[in-house]
């Protein structure tokens, strides 16, 4: 399989061409990163753990959480989390339901760095803006359908997408989600849905 890496090989297939395309998207995202990560001298992995505290709720906020949301090692999360912490970026607030357990939230110097660190993706979301309505829902059918394959396999831990979730419902191609008691379109589907529940 490493043959798809010489561009003899991967020029033959489109499966070949899809990979390196995969490949490009994959730098694209690691070097804006990157870049921001410089400017405001944090690494890559801290801002995600922060973009991730400020969008979700405080039950996915734990290290265990964000180790398995990363696909990082618990020790590597807490790390990143000790200096978001000296750093006066997050803060720990005791759980209200289990006293062992810790919630990460941001702090206001936090909240104001984000403003600073989620433009980094924009060259994405504007290199995906020129695509038409059917280009953009092809293309998601597509990465969804890749997405929930790794899923099975169980090389990409996605914990909160429809693919995954009991209230998903699929017949004849179409979808039906139980709990918003709703058909879904393509467009509708989620990659990340704060309702999710995972099958037991």
Not at 90 to 118: C, F, M, N
Not at 140 to 167: A, G, P, W, Y
């Amino acid at each position: 399989m490493s043959k798809v890496f010489n561009p003899e090989n991967q020029n033959k297939t489109i499966d070949g061409k899809i990979i390196a395309a995969l490949e490009r998207i994959a730098e694209a995202f690691r070097v804006l990163l990157w870049e921001k990560a410089k400017v405001i001298k944090l690494s890559p992995i801290q801002i995600q753990i922060l973009i991730f505290i400020k969008y979700h709720s405080p039950e996915f906020c734990t290290v265990n959480y964000l180790a398995e949301e990363f696909n990082m090692s618990a020790p590597t999360i807490s790390d990143a989390v000790r200096v978001l912490i000296q750093k006066k970026l997050l803060k720990k607030i005791p759980s209200t339901k289990d006293k062992r357990k810790v919630h990460l939230h941001l702090t206001h110097k936090g909240e104001k760095v984000i403003l600073e660190t989620a433009s980094f993706i924009e060259p994405l979301i504007n290199s995906i803006s020129i695509l038409n309505r059917f280009e953009k829902e092809t293309l998601l059918s597509s990465l969804l359908q890749i997405i929930k394959d790794l899923n099975s396999k169980e090389i990409v831990i996605t914990q909160r997408m429809c693919f995954t979730c009991v209230h998903l419902q699929k017949e004849n191609g179409k979808f039906y989600c139980n709990l918003l008691e709703m058909n879904l379109k393509l467009k509708d589907l989620r990659i990340d849905c704060p309702e999710h529940q995972p099958f037991k």
